[in-house]
């Protein structure tokens, strides 16, 4: 077995293209689908798609078992059980899942999947360890129709991928993020991102060095306080993964509702830890340039659901005033992400997003609306090491006030030595006392100021 994070050699000598196993799986696709069809059972991974593939292999083993006997016939020789173990999972793969690339989607190691034209594919482990693997498709317009299905049989509704919509973002049926473009580049481009950990708390993250027992404590309090809290990092720097671990200390008697630009975070999937939430994700513009919905008005949608919390995903453009309303208006306890360098730069990106929305607020307006909606900023960040990829909590912000073209803030936590946040300025008594009665003593952190 190849170690956790190491490429998978096989790959590295021999690619995952094979044309011939490609020509065999296509055609067994096509009489598995015909299959399915005649039966009435829908070839897509939805609510019953688990039930659906079970189906499916039946019908391409039985399939395999007629063609096998055809070749005895004819006096030719069998495939053997390794070949036709490949073909059936591909044909499956292409049914179900993206094909040829499932086999990484499907690899809890890998950790991002970036392809250039239907020859040009890489792959990057947990690790670090980034391994080309060669073809994907054996064109381009291969490739291409690959990711048009993909949107066509997953999301909330139809996406397209074609010149008149030349990008796609998409959640995968196991969470992880697909991002293509074509038509803007000289070839078509996918990228699609695993989320390893879709399904973890705090805890675990403090077993993965992501934060210290104490921070955890204080994050689980704030949240079961209803602070409102944003995420920040660089892209890859592990918000989502923090969004998801804070938003399973949300009680269970909880409605949640997410918005995002595309479905990435599932917590509707996780019934145990959230029964009541809804999903729900922006539209596009149809042919005729109509029916597009946008991320500010399904947060403002949001506000007439009955919601105990709103989740956005990921703060990108002028949705940020309707979710800073949200949260001010009654909303506690919700949050977002935010791409930002530091968690004093979250104000400057709040406010260049501000300026730019239909409302155009000046900047005293929007500290204004920061200092009255948001409680704490956390700030996470990514290093390289020997070991591989560190995801660590570098900062955490309080927002205090605002005053004129300043917000002001205590860096409570605070990047240390080795890059982990450490304790850093008091808490506001306001804020110590709502902790307090949450179970969070501000005497018990570690190696800090307060005590």
Known sequence: MTPLGEPNQEVTQSGIFDREIVNLASALRADVARALADSDAPARADAT??????????????????RAAARVS?????????????????????????????VFIDDPRVENIDVTGCDQAFVTYASGTKQMVGAVA????????????????FGLSERRFDAAQPELDLRLPDGSRLSAVMA??????????????????LGDLVELGTLDEDL????????RAKRNILISGAMNAGKTTLLRALAAEIPTEERIVTIEQALELGL??????????????????NTEGEGAIGMAQLVRRSLRMN???????????????????????GRAGSMGTIHADSSAGVFRRIAS????????????ATNLLIAGAVHYVVHVDSTRTDSGVARRVASVREVVDAEGPLVISNEIWRPGPQGDAVPGAPLSDRSAKVLAQRGYATGARRGGVWG
């Open 307 to 329: 919601a105990s919390r709103v989740i956005v995903g990921e703060v990108l453009g002028d949705e940020v005033i309707p979710m800073l309303n949200a949260m001010s208006q």
């Open 49 to 66: 798609g688990a039930s659906v593939r079970v189906r499916a292999q039946a019908f391409a083993q039985r399939a395999l078992d007629a």
């Open 184 to 201: 803007v580049t000289k070839r078509p481009v996918v990228d699609i991102r695993r989320h390893r950990l879709a399904d973890h708390d």
């Open 74 to 102: 004819a006096g030719a020789t069998p495939l053997d059980r390794a070949t036709e173990d490949r073909v059936q999972r591909l044909a499956l793969d292409m049914l179900f899942g993206l094909g040829v690339l499932q």
């Open 353 to 364: 997003y501000a300026v730019q929305a239909p409302e155009r607020l000046p900047l005293e």
């Open 268 to 285: 509707d999937q996780q019934r145990e830890r959230h029964p009541d939430c809804v999903a729900m994700e922006a539209r596009l513009a």
């Open 138 to 153: 054996s064109s381009d317009d291969e490739l291409i129709a690959m990711v048009r299905s993909a949107g066509v049989r």
């Open 216 to 223: 955890a404590g204080f994050l689980s309090a704030a949240v």
